[in-house]
T-cell receptor
Framework: QQQVKQSPQSLIVQKGGISIINCAYENTAFDYFPWYQQFPGKGPALLIAIRPDVSEKKEGRFTISFNKSAKQFSLHIMDSQPGDSATYFCAATGTASKLTFGTGTRLQVTL | DTAVSQTPKYLVTQMGNDKSIKCEQNLGHDTMYWYKQDSKKFLKIMFSYNNKELIINETVPNRFSPKSPDKAHLNLHINSLELGDSAVYFC???????????????FGSGTQLSVL
């Protein structure tokens, strides 16, 4: 019930392409879905987050799409850049519960 | 100023030793955490403290003992280190316990622990 499944495990995208990372959850009590970005040697940092009352949230080149009925959400990185190369974690939580992280996606953006 | 700082950055030690990792946050947050990240990058929560009170204690060997002298500090002491303890340990903080209500996590840069 607490799991968040994330795919793919790794992703290679050419510069300028679209990177898509998918996550699925089981717990219908989850009501907050953040994405964290982690560069090598650093801790994860909040990238963007969404609540289930909206189906999409965009911040610059980063967009979260949310499908409440399917219990799925995804991160789209438009015009991917080499500087976007990092590990991305989706996460989910509900009121008074701890954050549950996905298993992470290593993104490599090639020139 | 680093928001969440932890020391040391690297820790190499022999099996059976005891070691500590220190963490401090200057964000004025009430809640602090320890996470373990294994070689596959999986993030697992170990402990959380809110205003010096232990809130979350996941299934962690009792060789791991957190201590929070005040709400800005959360240290992790590990006794009798084992090979399987090798990982990156992250300290994090959030404004309060409401992780689902905009109280996002701020992570330190991690401590890479290698047990030989």
């Amino acid at each position: 019930q607490q799991q968040v499944k994330q795919s793919p495990q790794s992703l290679i995208v050419q510069k300028g392409g679209i990177s898509i990372i998918n996550c699925a959850y089981e717990n219908t009590a989850f009501d907050y879905f953040p994405w964290y970005q982690q560069f090598p040697g650093k801790g994860p940092a909040l990238l963007i987050a969404i609540r289930p009352d909206v189906s999409e949230k965009k911040e610059g080149r980063f967009t979260i799409s949310f499908n409440k009925s399917a219990k799925q959400f995804s991160l789209h990185i438009m015009d991917s850049q080499p500087g976007d190369s990092a590990t991305y974690f989706c996460a989910a939580t509900g009121t008074a519960s701890k954050l549950t992280f996905g298993t992470g996606t290593r993104l490599q953006v090639t020139l | 100023d680093t928001a969440v700082s932890q020391t040391p950055k690297y820790l190499v030690t022999q099996m059976g030793n005891d070691k500590s990792i220190k963490c401090e946050q200057n964000l004025g947050h009430d809640t602090m955490y320890w996470y373990k990240q294994d070689s596959k990058k999986f993030l697992k929560i170990m402990f959380s403290y809110n205003n010096k009170e232990l809130i979350i204690n996941e299934t962690v060997p009792n060789r791991f003992s957190p201590k929070s002298p005040d709400k800005a500090h959360l240290n992790l002491h590990i006794n009798s280190l084992e090979l399987g303890d090798s990982a990156v340990y992250f300290c994090a903080s959030s404004q309060d316990l409401r992780q689902g209500k905009g109280s996002n996590l701020f992570f330190g840069s991690g401590t890479q622990l290698s047990v030989l």
